[in-house]
């Protein structure tokens, strides 16, 4: 239990510092950035406590923030996937997921991309909505969200296969 | 009573997401209006001293580049000065105690820098100790940057001219029609000059300065050329694109300038407000 939390804390961290040093600064093709810091809330156990995981999901979110001077936005991208994640996983796993049985390191390909695919989809479309802030860039939020949500699953679907935890 | 506790306890994941939501979207709609984005910003000493840990590994990696350019802009100011030789120099006296210069320059260095966004924000690494102030304008070697918007102790942050809040005067060299900057959101590169009256006679290759209506940027500091122009629907008024001078990408160092006389003459716009 204890090795979790450490565990948890030293992924927030250096999720948080990966995010703020090196892929805020990629900008490829000019504006695209993969934003991978969420795989945080993507990987937070089933059973977390949901009044803290709320919490943190939305001082990840301000951290991001606060290096990226963007005012409240990561904070309220972050926050409304940590309120959807349970009906996306009941969607995503169904039945494996009530009985709490369902671990992400072992279910197969296609729902572990289903999952990734749809939370960084709402996650990016709620981030550059509030980002840009004005109805009539519309185009410019679809174009960014498309883009940016291609970069970001191919580059977490590579995390969780790089760091995939080798135990049992 | 019992009914609303229980019914609080009940939605208390509901409540807090929508708590958090409210307090979360304030902080956003802030961050989109000017001079109110205070609380969330880079300039404190965690986040700033971060970037500056950042900044001491990364500086060695643009050294060469850097050394060009300051060779560059000695060059051209010493071209400025080449009418000093020896003799004018010994005849001029200016009396520097009671010579009261206009504008004073700082320097600084850049520590954060967003273009890909709609609204961009500089992150420099000098604050109210070396004597910035918000409004204050920054500019590189090649053209201006920004405004400060914010300052803390050590760092200040500056909104860039890549801002939807941004709105700076700017006029062209060669007549004294002016305009405003503002940005699309589209291209780091290039800028909108807007609400130039249509008698202004253009062309392409022109270049637009600074005006020095404001007390922010002196005049004659360059912004870019103009690579297209046309009339707005109501046929009075031209929206310039301007190519900018500064690559806005690669800022690297910046000087912020303070206007020694920027008091006296708000006081004197605004007689009303004691300064």
């Known amino acids: 239990m204890n090795n979790n939390v450490l565990l ?19 900008n490829f093709l000019g504006y695209l950035n993969p934003f991978i810091y969420i795989i945080f809330i993507l990987l937070a156990p089933l059973n977390i406590h949901k009044s803290l995981f709320l919490f943190l999901s939305f001082v990840l979110g301000l951290t991001i923030d606060l290096f990226g001077d963007s005012g409240g936005v990561h904070a309220t991208a972050c926050l409304v996937i940590a309120y959807l994640r349970p009906v996306i996983l009941r969607s995503v796993f169904g039945l494996s997921y009530e009985f709490q049985t369902v671990k992400l390191s072992k279910v197969g390909f296609g729902q572990r991309l289903a999952y990734v695919t749809l939370m960084v989809f709402i996650h990016h479309i709620v981030l550059f909505s509030l980002e840009t802030f004005n109805f009539s860039h519309t185009l410019l939020i679809a174009k960014k ?16 296969v790089l760091f995939r935890r080798k135990d049992s | 009573m019992q009914q609303i506790i229980n019914f609080l306890i009940r939605n208390k994941n509901f409540l807090l997401f929508l708590l958090l939501l409210f307090l979360s979207l304030i902080l956003t709609i802030q ?16 986040t700033g001293g971060v970037y500056g840990w950042r900044y001491s590994v990364s500086n060695y990696f643009g050294l060469k580049s850097d050394n060009e350019r300051l060779l560059q802009e000695n060059e051209q100011l010493r071209n400025q000065i080449s009418w000093l030789t020896a003799d004018t120099i010994v005849t001029k006296f200016v009396d520097t105690t009671s010579y009261n210069k206009p504008f004073t320059f700082i320097k600084g260095v850049v520590y954060k820098n967003d ?4 609204d961009n924000y500089i992150l420099i690494n000098k604050g ?7 409004d204050m304008g920054i500019i590189t070697d090649k053209g201006i940057v920004g405004i400060v918007e914010n300052t803390s102790k050590n760092y200040s942050r500056v909104i860039s001219i890549l801002n939807s809040n941004s709105r700076i005067n700017a006029g062209l060299k060669k007549s004294n029609q002016y305009g405003s900057l503002v940005w699309n959101g589209k291209d780091p590169n290039i800028v909108q000059l807007e609400t130039v009256p249509r008698q202004a006679i253009l062309q392409k290759g022109d270049t637009i300065i600074t005006n020095g209506r404001s007390t922010i940027f002196p005049r004659g500091i360059g912004i870019g050329t103009i690579i297209n122009y046309k009339l707005d629907e109501n046929q009075s008024y031209f929206l310039i694109d301007v190519q900018l001078f500064n690559d806005m990408t690669d800022i690297g160092f ?3 300038i303070k206007s020694n006389d920027a008091s006296e003459i708000r006081s004197l716009e605004n007689p009303k407000i004691d300064e």
Do not use: C, W
């Open chain 1, 8 to 26: 948890y804390i030293g992924r927030f961290l250096s999720l948080v510092l990966v995010q703020v040093f090196i892929l805020n600064h990629i």
């Open chain 1, 145 to 160: 969200t498309l883009f940016s949500s291609l970069f970001s699953i191919i580059a977490i679907m590579l995390v969780l």
């Open chain 2, 31 to 46: 961050s989109h209006s000017y001079h109110k984005s205070k609380f969330i910003s880079s300039t404190n000493f965690l």
């Open chain 2, 115 to 118: 273009y890909s966004k709609v």
């Open chain 2, 128 to 134: 109210e100790k070396d004597g910035i102030e918000p």
């Open chain 2, 254 to 256: 910046i000087y912020a």
